[in-house]
């Protein structure tokens, strides 16, 4: 037994030992670089928004900066990342009056075509953003799209998920066969079918109601597709419901046409 104590010591000793010196060991510390005290914690006031604009409207986007310190007049400069096809006119730089916590610039694109997507992202300069503020958007993106949307008339969407079929004005795209059911089961979420020349059916990503508990749920087809039955006048598509906790699983929901004239 003394033998066993003996041996079973030397090895928690051995332990203890290697412990002790892991914990002891100096470690080289570099501190975090200071934000220059002039520094105006600038940022975007949103980003990743998505602009749906009709042929008639202006060409035109207006956006934000703020700024946390609001000494002076302060001009800072804006950086391009991303202009497809050069498609827009970004200034280089956006100016805050003295005090003003706010300051906006605008975009423009005359010659959007019909239909397609137009993506932008600029930057702000590091020297003018706190990098430690989890609120800064040092970055903002966004994109446009012109579309020409006819009203059909009234239609309606089945909501599985609320063992609901929904009424909603339904609507079609001038340049293509894109229907769109107008917010079937809240206001401001819109859902989009895009009926390609084979009558398969893509719904993708779309937010289409708030859950009490959940927040945000959304839908696509990705999985399960979709088709246009034109003799019946309708559109099926299995939605996949999803949120930011999990997902309520897949339905075949149907969206009804008007008729005819």
């Not at 041996?7 to 510390?29: K, M, N, Q």
């Not at 391009?80 to 096809?85: A, C, G, P, S, T």
Request: with cysteine; net charge negative.
């Amino acid at each position: 037994m003394n033998k066993i104590f003996k041996h079973s010591f030397i090895a928690l000793s051995l332990v203890l030992t290697l412990g002790f010196s892991a914990c002891t060991e100096e470690v080289e510390y570099t501190p975090a670089t200071q934000v220059d005290s002039n520094c105006i914690k600038a940022s975007f006031a949103s980003n990743d928004n998505f602009y749906e604009l009709a042929p008639d409207e202006s060409k035109e986007l207006t956006l934000t900066v703020v700024r946390e310190n609001t000494d002076g007049d302060v001009t800072i400069p804006l950086t391009v990342l991303r202009n497809d096809e050069n498609m827009f006119q970004i200034p280089e730089s956006v100016t805050f009056a003295t005090g003003q916590n706010t300051a906006t610039f605008n975009i423009t694109f005359p010659n959007v075509e019909i239909g397609l997507e137009y993506t932008f992202s600029i930057g702000l300069d590091e020297a003018d953003v706190d990098p430690y503020s989890q609120a800064t958007l040092a970055t903002t993106t966004g994109t446009v799209q012109m579309i020409q949307w006819d009203l059909l008339g009234d239609g309606s969407l089945t909501c599985t998920l609320l063992e609901d079929d929904c009424p909603c004005k339904v609507y079609k795209a001038s340049h293509t066969s894109w229907y769109k059911a107008e917010a079937p089961v809240e206001e401001g979420m819109d859902i989009v079918f895009k009926v390609a020349e084979d009558n398969s059916v893509v719904v993708e990503d779309q937010p289409i109601l708030t859950h009490a508990s959940y927040g945000t749920v959304y839908v696509n087809n990705e999985a399960g597709g979709g088709a246009f039955d034109p003799e019946n006048n309708i559109i099926q598509a299995a939605f996949y419901y999803y949120c930011s906790a999990g997902n309520f699983g897949t339905y075949i929901e149907t969206l009804t046409l008007p008729a005819a004239n």
